[in-house]
């Protein structure tokens, strides 16, 4: 029999409030979260879209453009290391206030820096960036992954659809501030406020779920309540154990293999249009647009496709649509089969890190540590993108040089199998890494401390980690 206080901290009506309350605040944050993920696809985007402006500015090459953006990764790798200990530790709202702070000072750096010609400025900025992004973007994928476990179905690839919808957004305002000669600065600093505004209006409704750490102490195991101290050792080493899963690991693989794709779009797409068919910085904006539109329009018709076939297949097909459309875009002898490529390529990119986060969310009092862990290996695959396809399009072109990320590509599809749903134990729920006892499956110990009533406890037991079933082969790699 399910015990009521696990079911409660993995998900269930918050205590204390009936069913009208709870689909309120369910509905709420739901709208909250797509809000926010919005804003930070209009802020990201209307940046990237300046980004040629930017390298005009300061008189930058395609290589030494790449190391600067390399900022962005280096605060965004170093921050997503301990990301999901601070979420743990001091809750979802907590470090999305962190957030908010970064992001306000990184728009007005980035925006001054041109502005006055200096390139430090601008790389602390992009560094800040990414410090606030990392910080952020764990609370807020963990929450997503709340929702769609309350709602019973798969909804995660919306919250994303509502990013590329902002980027979208952004790469327009972006297009029309360059065609206006907007400044640089006035552009950022407007960004800035506007963001800040946006975000400290939404804190309040953000988060849906207590910390786990809050969970653990709290509704899972009473008796440590009065001890907060330990208490929090224990959420904080959930956290660390995900470091040490080799599912969480390769899972982390999957998704920087994304990071890759859909980073070296963002980075380079507008640029190599620009440079690569000889078009207007407007024109690169516009179709850059067209990338993140067509992840769009997946992510939000995707999401009945992924209920019906699973995970794994989506996954498979979308990444072999993904390498067909960058090849073709790396390839095409004229621009309008390029644009064409662009579309497949932001087709088949659309759905593989929402479906990435949503393997590590499997087990919500895992999900922080987890998150913070795939998250990371993303930020390790922004750090290489910037300078290696930098120096390589100083020598090939920009538009062949994304091409070298095909390598990557086939490695996720050849990993799409690690984003099956986790079956947990029968009769058992998970708990943190940290508190559990026993090692695969064995039999609990009998000194492992008990959850529960008297008349009804439940050991604490490690579930055995079974390998996620593999469906049949479908789309252009199949396992052996």
């Given at each position: 029999?399910?015990?009521?206080?696990?079911?409660?901290?993995?998900?269930?009506?918050?205590?204390?409030?009936?069913?009208?309350?709870?689909?309120?605040?369910?509905?709420?944050?739901?709208?909250?979260?797509?809000?926010?993920?919005?804003?930070?696809?209009?802020?990201?985007?209307?940046?990237?879209?300046?980004?040629?402006?930017?390298?005009?500015?300061?008189?930058?090459?395609?290589?030494?453009?790449?190391?600067?953006?390399?900022?962005?990764?280096?605060?965004?790798?170093?921050?997503?290391?301990?990301?999901?200990?601070?979420?743990?530790?001091?809750?979802?709202?907590?470090?999305?206030?962190?957030?908010?702070?970064?992001?306000?000072?990184?728009?007005?750096?980035?925006?001054?820096?041109?502005?006055?010609?200096?390139?430090?400025?601008?790389a602390a900025g992009?560094?800040?960036?990414?410090?606030?992004?990392?910080?952020?973007?764990?609370?807020?994928?963990?929450?997503?992954?709340?929702?769609?476990?309350?709602?019973?179905?798969?909804?995660?690839?919306?919250?994303?659809?509502?990013?590329?919808?902002?980027?979208?957004?952004?790469?327009?305002?972006?297009?029309?501030?360059?065609?206006?000669?907007?400044?640089?600065?006035?552009?950022?600093?407007?960004?800035?406020?506007?963001?800040?505004?946006?975000?400290?209006?939404?804190?309040?409704?953000?988060?849906?779920?207590?910390?786990?750490?809050?969970?653990?102490?709290?509704?899972?195991?009473?008796?440590?309540?009065?001890?907060?101290?330990?208490?929090?050792?224990?959420?904080?080493?959930?956290?660390?154990?995900?470091?040490?899963?080799?599912?969480?690991?390769?899972?982390?693989?999957?998704?920087?293999?994304?990071?890759?794709?859909?980073?070296?779009?963002?980075?380079?797409?507008?640029?190599?249009?620009?440079?690569?068919?000889?078009?207007?910085?407007?024109?690169?904006?516009?179709?850059?647009?067209?990338?993140?539109?067509?992840?769009?329009?997946?992510?939000?018709?995707?999401?009945?496709?992924?209920?019906?076939?699973?995970?794994?297949?989506?996954?498979?097909?979308?990444?072999?649509?993904?390498?067909?459309?960058?090849?073709?875009?790396?390839?095409?002898?004229?621009?309008?089969?390029?644009?064409?490529?662009?579309?497949?390529?932001?087709?088949?990119?659309?759905?593989?890190?929402?479906?990435?986060?949503?393997?590590?969310?499997?087990?919500?009092?895992?999900?922080?540590?987890?998150?913070?862990?795939?998250?990371?290996?993303?930020?390790?695959?922004?750090?290489?993108?910037?300078?290696?396809?930098?120096?390589?399009?100083?020598?090939?072109?920009?538009?062949?040089?994304?091409?070298?990320?095909?390598?990557?590509?086939?490695?996720?599809?050849?990993?799409?199998?690690?984003?099956?749903?986790?079956?947990?134990?029968i009769g058992h729920?998970?708990?943190?890494?940290?508190?559990?006892v026993g090692a695969?499956?064995?039999?609990?110990?009998?000194?492992?401390?008990?959850?529960?009533?008297?008349?009804?406890?439940?050991?604490?037991?490690?579930?055995?980690?079974?390998?996620?079933?593999?469906?049949?082969?479908?789309?252009?790699?199949?396992?052996?």
């Open positions: 029999m399910r015990n009521p206080r696990v079911r409660d901290a993995i998900g269930a009506s918050p205590a204390g409030g009936g069913a009208a309350s709870s689909d309120q605040a369910l509905a709420r944050t739901r709208l909250t979260l797509l809000g926010l993920f919005t804003l930070n696809g209009l802020m990201f985007s209307s940046w990237l879209a300046r980004i040629p402006a930017v390298r005009d500015a300061l008189d930058l090459t395609a290589g030494q453009l790449g190391i600067v953006l390399l900022a962005g990764s280096v605060g965004a790798l170093a921050t997503a290391t301990v990301s999901g200990i601070v979420v743990t530790r001091f809750g979802g709202r907590f470090s999305l206030l962190l957030s908010t702070i970064g992001f306000a000072a990184a728009y007005v750096l980035i925006g001054v820096g041109p502005t006055v010609g200096s390139v430090p400025l601008l992009i560094f800040l960036n990414g410090v606030a992004f990392a910080i952020g973007n764990v609370p807020l994928n963990v929450e997503t992954a709340a929702v769609e476990r309350r709602m019973g179905r798969t909804v995660l690839p919306q919250f994303h659809a509502a990013f590329s919808v902002g980027a979208v957004l952004g790469s327009l305002i972006g297009a029309l501030a360059s065609s206006l000669a907007v400044p640089l600065l006035g552009q950022f600093v407007v960004t800035a406020a506007i963001g800040t505004a946006w975000r400290l209006a939404a804190l309040p409704h953000a988060v849906l779920e207590p910390s786990p750490g809050r969970v653990v102490a709290q509704d899972v195991l009473p008796d440590v309540a009065a001890h907060p101290a330990p208490a929090r050792r224990r959420a904080i080493g959930s956290a660390l154990d995900a470091w040490r899963e080799p599912r969480t690991l390769l899972i982390g693989v999957v998704i920087m293999a994304a990071a890759l794709s859909e980073g070296s779009a963002n980075d380079w797409l507008a640029l190599a249009v620009v440079d690569g068919f000889d078009q207007t910085e407007a024109v690169g904006a516009v179709v850059f647009g067209l990338f993140v539109g067509a992840m769009t329009a997946v992510r939000l018709l995707g999401t009945r496709l992924i209920d019906r076939v699973g995970r794994v297949p989506v996954l498979r097909v979308s990444g072999c649509v993904s390498l067909a459309g960058l090849l073709v875009f790396g390839f095409a002898p004229t621009f309008e089969t390029a644009v064409i490529g662009v579309a497949a390529w932001g087709f088949g990119a659309a759905l593989a890190v929402p479906l990435g986060i949503a393997a590590a969310s499997d087990d919500p009092m895992l999900a922080a540590g987890r998150v913070a862990v795939v998250s990371a290996f993303s930020s390790v695959a922004s750090i290489a993108a910037p300078p290696l396809l930098g120096l390589a399009a100083d020598s090939m072109g920009a538009r062949r040089a994304l091409t070298l990320i095909a390598v990557a590509m086939v490695v996720s599809i050849a990993l799409s199998r690690r984003v099956a749903p986790l079956e947990p134990a729920d998970a708990a943190p890494a940290s508190l559990q695969g499956g064995s039999a609990p110990n009998p000194a492992a401390p008990m959850m529960g009533d008297a008349d009804d406890r439940t050991p604490i037991t490690r579930p055995a980690s079974p390998a996620p079933r593999e469906p049949a082969g479908v789309g252009c790699l199949e396992h052996s």
